[in-house]
């Protein structure tokens, strides 16, 4: 614990948790921590990502109101017609949407800077969720004799896409941050832009079988 204030350790995300094999917040968890860096400095736009992620996954865990993007995550989370692959994707877009979406701001708010000043950061944070995507396709897509049965999952995954939603998240950031100095109206866009992902990740987790 004594690097605590140097760097954000990623080894937290590997605490003792209980979910059952296949539980779709595992899903993505356990993907999210295969990708994670050995040590990320304090203060940076990735750990704060980091902070966001876990903030989340600590009230889901605990069965508290978990933010509404995540809310579909917990209601189906161990539906047996959604398949590992939605359930990682659909992970990934909350993780963009929601916790980018904020990580930006805190980050901002933090060093006192404009968003701007992140653009360096937000793209090696898109390198890492890059990584991500490409270990969702590669680990958790069905090979191609089960597409051909489930041809709806090929649709349904080939409808998102990581570039809109890093995109979309760098939009709503720069919104949220004109609005720092308007409390009620920025907490209001918070929260249309909360249910806006939910009603993305909803989708990502259509029954497919």
């Known amino acids: 614990m004594a690097q605590i204030e140097q760097f954000a350790e990623p080894a937290v995300l590997a605490r003792p948790h209980r979910w059952p094999p296949g539980d779709g917040i595992g899903v993505f968890h356990d ?3 295969a990708v994670a860096p050995e040590a990320v400095p304090a203060g940076t736009l990735e750990a704060r990502l980091a902070e966001r992620y876990l903030s989340a996954l600590g009230v889901a865990d605990a069965g508290g109101r978990a933010p509404e993007c995540r809310r579909p995550l917990v209601q189906y989370r161990c539906h047996t017609g959604v398949r590992p692959v ?7 877009h909350a993780h963009v949407a929601h916790d980018l979406v904020l990580a930006v701001e805190d980050t901002c708010r933090a060093r006192d800077c404009e968003p701007a000043a992140l653009e360096g950061e937000f793209e090696r944070v898109g390198d890492l969720l890059g990584l991500l995507e490409e270990r969702i396709h590669d680990e958790l897509m069905p090979g191609p004799d089960l597409l051909r049965i489930a041809d709806p999952l090929t649709h349904l995954v080939s409808t998102w896409s990581l570039e809109r939603a890093r995109e979309a998240a760098w939009s709503a950031a720069l919104v949220l941050w004109q609005l ?5 109206l920025a907490e209001e866009f918070t929260q249309r832009n909360d249910a806006g992902a939910g009603l993305v990740v909803r ?3 259509t029954p497919c079988r």
């Not at 720092?180 to 009620?184: D, N, Q």
Request: proline residues 6%; positive net charge.
């Open 31 to 33: 993907v999210r921590l």
């Open 86 to 92: 939605q359930f990682a994707l659909a992970g990934l």
């Open 180 to 184: 720092r100095e308007l409390p009620a």
């Open 203 to 205: 989708f990502l987790l």
